[in-house]
C-alpha cells in the first residue's frame, strides 16, 4: 500500500494504523488535528446550533474542526435585518463558541446579491438608490460588521458569487447600481476595518475553466487596483457525478499558477440524481419537483454509494495534500448529513448523504477514508 502522510501527521500515523476500524467513532485525534500543518479542516454551524446557550464545547463541531463558518447567521438579512438595526446575537455567539473550541472564524458574507433585503438598494420612499448611496451604505455595512469582528474573524468572504457560468460579472443589484467597480470597494472598505484578516473572493462551479478564469481575472484587477485579496474561495459543492477530480486539478493549477492560494469554503459531495436539465454547483434559485426516482436512499445508502463517497472524498483530500503549500483550509459545509442543505436543493425534502457524520453524528466511511489512507 502506497501511503502519503499528512504533513507533520507522522508520529500520530503509527499509532493510528493499529487501531481497528472503528477507531474513528472513540479515537481522540479529530479531522482537524490529523491535517494540522496541511491546512485548517472547518465546518459551517447552523443557525439554531447559535441561538443555543454557550456550552457547545462538547459538540461535534467542536470536537472535529478548527474553522467556524456561520452556514447563515452573518448573511446581510440576519446581521442588519433593517436601515437602523444590526443583530449580532448569533454572530457573536459564534465568536465564543470558536473561542471555547480554539477555532478560527471565518465571516460569510459581506457582499451578496442573495439573502440581502431589498431595503439595501432603495431610499426610504423605496426608490432605487444612487452610486455614492450605495457605497456610503456598504461602507457603514463592513466597518460596523467587520469592525465588531476586528482581530476576532481570521478571513471574510468579502464578495460572494459574483460570477456567471462564463466567467462575466453577474448582473446584481451591486453592479447596476454602482458599477463594475463595486467589488473594489468592497475589498477597500474590509481591509480598512480590519487589515489583518484574510479577505477572499468566493464562487461555486470553479472547476469550470471559464469561471476560474473569470475568478482570476477579477482577483487580479483588484490586486492592481492596490487592493489585498488572500485566497480564492473555491466553495465545493460537487456531486458523485461530477467534476472530475481532473476539472478540479486543472482549476487548482490555474490558481496556483496565478500566484494565488486556495480555500475550499463549502465542501460537500451529493450522492442523489438530478433531474438532466438541473445545473450544478449552487444556484439557489433552482428548483425542481420531488419524485422518487431522484431520492432513491429514503432509508439508507447502499455499501456501494458509501464506497464510492468515501472514495470521492479520500480522491479529493488527496488532490488537496498534493497543493497544501497553497491551501489554507478546506471548510464542510455542515458536520451531519442531517443538517446539510443539499437535502432541499434543488429538490426540497430528499435524504442526501453528502458529510463526513451520519444523521446520528458518527463518522462515515468517508472519515476513514479522509483520515486513514490518503493514496
Ligand atoms: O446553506 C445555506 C442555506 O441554509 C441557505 O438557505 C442558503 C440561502 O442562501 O444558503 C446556503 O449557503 C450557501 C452559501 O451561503 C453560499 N454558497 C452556496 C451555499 C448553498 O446554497
Given at each position: ?60 463541531s ?30 457573536d455567539?459564534l ?6 473550541c ?6 460569510h ?23 455614492d ?19 476576532k474573524?481570521?478571513g ?48 461555486f ?81 433552482q ?80 472519515y ?8
Open positions: 500500500m502506497n501511503i502519503r502522510l499528512v504533513k507533520g501527521m507522522g508520529l500520530l500515523w503509527s499509532s493510528l494504523f493499529l487501531l481497528p476500524s472503528s477507531w474513528a467513532a472513540t479515537a481522540s485525534i479529530s479531522i482537524a488535528q490529523l491535517y494540522q500543518g496541511s491546512f485548517l479542516v472547518g465546518t459551517a454551524i447552523k443557525s439554531s446550533d447559535l441561538k443555543k446557550p454557550p456550552s457547545l464545547s462538547s459538540s461535534l467542536c470536537r472535529e474542526f478548527n474553522a467556524f463558518t456561520a452556514e447563515n447567521a452573518m448573511k446581510w438579512e440576519h446581521i442588519h435585518p433593517t436601515p437602523d438595526t444590526y443583530d449580532f446575537s448569533m454572530s455567539q465568536i465564543t463558541m470558536a473561542q471555547q480554539d477555532a478560527k472564524v471565518i465571516g458574507t459581506l457582499v451578496w446579491h442573495q439573502q440581502t433585503p431589498d431595503w439595501v438598494f432603495q431610499d426610504s420612499q423605496g426608490n432605487a438608490l444612487s452610486r448611496a450605495l457605497l456610503v451604505r456598504l461602507k457603514d455595512h463592513i466597518d460596523t460588521v467587520v469592525g465588531r469582528y476586528k482581530g474573524v481570521y471574510w468572504d468579502v464578495v460572494n458569487e459574483a460570477l456567471n457560468e462564463d466567467g462575466t460579472l453577474r448582473d446584481t443589484p451591486w453592479r447596476n447600481i454602482i458599477g463594475d467597480d463595486y467589488f473594489i470597494y468592497a475589498y477597500r472598505y474590509a481591509r480598512a476595518a480590519d487589515p489583518d484578516a484574510q479577505l477572499y473572493y468566493n464562487d462551479n470553479l472547476y469550470k475553466k471559464a469561471k476560474v478564469e473569470g475568478a482570476i481575472t477579477l482577483v487580479n484587477q483588484l490586486l492592481e487596483a492596490g487592493e489585498k485579496v488572500d485566497a480564492i474561495g473555491m466553495q465545493g459543492h460537487y456531486s458523485l457525478f461530477y467534476p472530475s477530480l481532473n476539472e478540479i486539478e486543472q482549476s487548482v493549477q490555474a490558481i496556483v499558477n496565478a500566484g494565488l492560494s486556495i480555500a475550499v469554503t463549502e465542501l460537500d459531495v451529493s450522492v442523489l440524481p438530478l433531474p438532466d436539465d438541473a445545473f450544478s454547483g449552487a444556484d439557489i434559485t428548483s425542481f419537483a420531488a419524485h422518487p426516482v431522484y431520492d432513491p436512499y429514503t432509508s439508507r445508502l447502499p455499501e456501494a454509494q458509501e464506497q464510492q463517497l468515501a472514495e470521492t472524498y479520500q480522491g479529493l483530500f488527496a488532490l488537496f495534500l498534493k497543493y497544501a503549500d497553497n491551501v489554507d483550509r478546506i471548510t464542510f459545509w455542515g458536520a451531519s448529513d442531517a443538517d446539510s442543505w443539499r437535502n432541499n436543493w434543488p429538490i426540497r425534502g430528499r435524504t442526501d448523504y453528502p458529510l463526513l457524520f451520519d444523521r446520528q453524528g458518527r463518522p462515515k466511511l468517508a476513514q477514508y479522509v483520515t486513514q489512507f490518503i493514496p
